[in-house]
T-cell receptor, first 114, second 113 residues
Framework: AQSVTQPDIHITVSEGASLELRCNYSYGATPYLFWYVQSPGQGLQLLLKYFSGDTLVQGIKGFEAEFKRSQSSFNLRKPSVHWSDAAEYFCAVAGNFGNEKLTFGTGTRLTIIP | DAGVIQSPRHEVTEMGQEVTLRCKPISGHNSLFWYRQTMMRGLELLIYFNNNVPIDDSGMPEDRFSAKMPNASFSTLKIQPSEPRDSAVYFC???????????FGQGTRLTVV
């Protein structure tokens, strides 16, 4: 069965600093990978996705993520965070053979300090 | 498109009462998912449908939970009878097919007292 691990429950970053959120997945083949963001009281919004091809994917709000098959990782990065980036971030994995469900990690809460 | 629409946004009910959560997926999407989010367990997939047919309901916690999708534009999640431990935010999401990005509704915050 597929699974996702986000090892960091909570990360605090200064505004303007760089950010990397970790995500490791378990799946028997090349998965579909996603990063979602959730602001307080809101639903989840897709930041970016990886299906195939270029392993470095660009998303909205200046985020990017890199798929590394050898490490089973899909870490999210941003070169300079803004106060509005404070939110909860979820990594998710889905299979690509059809009838595969989307499985989420436990999330990483990002706090931005001035 | 208005996105995935869930109703109600908030529900407070007494233990033992029946609760029905509603979801209207994005038009044209053929997969629909129900998730539950709690502080303790995070985001849990309860059930998902493909072309209105339930594909995997292994996440449904108990027989008290049931979900239906009578047509492509409507789904319900019912809890009967409700218990305080069912208090959570319930999200509905839809996608063009499994594995393709899911679009989430705003959620229903359920409180069972």
């Amino acid at each position: 069965a597929q699974s996702v691990t986000q090892p960091d429950i909570h990360i605090t970053v200064s505004e303007g600093a760089s950010l990397e959120l970790r995500c490791n997945y378990s799946y028997g083949a090349t998965p579909y990978l996603f990063w979602y963001v959730q602001s307080p009281g809101q639903g989840l919004q897709l930041l970016l996705k990886y299906f195939s091809g270029d392993t470095l994917v660009q998303g909205i709000k200046g985020f990017e993520a890199e798929f590394k098959r050898s490490q089973s990782s899909f870490n999210l990065r941003k070169p300079s965070v803004h106060w509005s980036d404070a939110a909860e971030y979820f990594c998710a994995v889905a299979g690509n053979f059809g009838n595969e469900k989307l499985t989420f990690g436990t999330g990483t809460r990002l706090t931005i300090i001035p | 498109d208005a996105g995935v629409i869930q109703s109600p946004r908030h529900e407070v009910t007494e233990m033992g009462q029946e609760v029905t959560l509603r979801c209207k997926p994005i038009s044209g999407h053929n997969s629909l998912f129900w998730y539950r989010q709690t502080m303790m367990r995070g985001l849990e997939l309860l059930i998902y449908f493909n072309n209105n047919v339930p594909i995997d309901d292994s996440g449904m916690p108990e027989d008290r939970f049931s979900a239906k999708m009578p047509n492509a534009s409507f789904s319900t999640l019912k809890i009967q009878p409700s218990e305080p431990r069912d208090s959570a935010v319930y999200f509905c999401a839809s996608s063009l097919r499994q594995g393709i990005e899911a679009f989430f509704g705003q959620g229903t915050r359920l409180t069972v007292v």
